[in-house]
């Protein structure tokens, strides 16, 4: 899914796409798909991301957020990252707003809410996205950094 995410990235003319995974198999698959300008390990959940203030126009979350992976306390690290005015998707199986302890119940979506009342955020929308992976459907954020 990331990669087709990237594809339409260079056809929008982005040029330095990133990519961070806490598995290194996953960041040997990634680099196999010649899609990345680099590549990184770190675990978002408890380390600070490896790049300066402001580095990225946008930020793609694309299968993190699932159960025991990434929830909402990374994003104030999203957003230190991510310059004024750019722009943070956070892609993820819709299923999981449902099942997952960190989610349901609209705490992912609170989380939003509080993020974009304490002045982080625009929220931009929450779309449901019926061929996410498969016959599995997805949510997308959308979130604007001020």
Known sequence: MAANFNVQLRKLGFTNIVGVDISDKSLEMAKLTGLYDSLHN???????????????????????????????????????????GGIILIA????????????????????????????YFDYLYRLRYP???????????ALRVK
């Open 131 to 141: 061929g996410f992976i498969q016959d599995f459907a997805g949510i997308i954020f």
């Open 42 to 84: 770190c675990d978002v959940m408890k380390d600070k991301l490896p790049f300066d203030d402001d580095s990225f126009d946008a930020l793609l979350c694309v299968g993190g957020f699932m159960p025991s992976h990434v929830n909402q306390a990374v994003f104030p690290e999203f957003r230190r990252v991510v310059k004024p």
């Open 92 to 119: 993820m199986r819709e299923k999981y707003i449902h099942t997952a302890p960190e989610y349901r119940r609209g705490q992912l979506d609170s989380a939003i809410v509080r993020f974009v009342e304490d002045d």
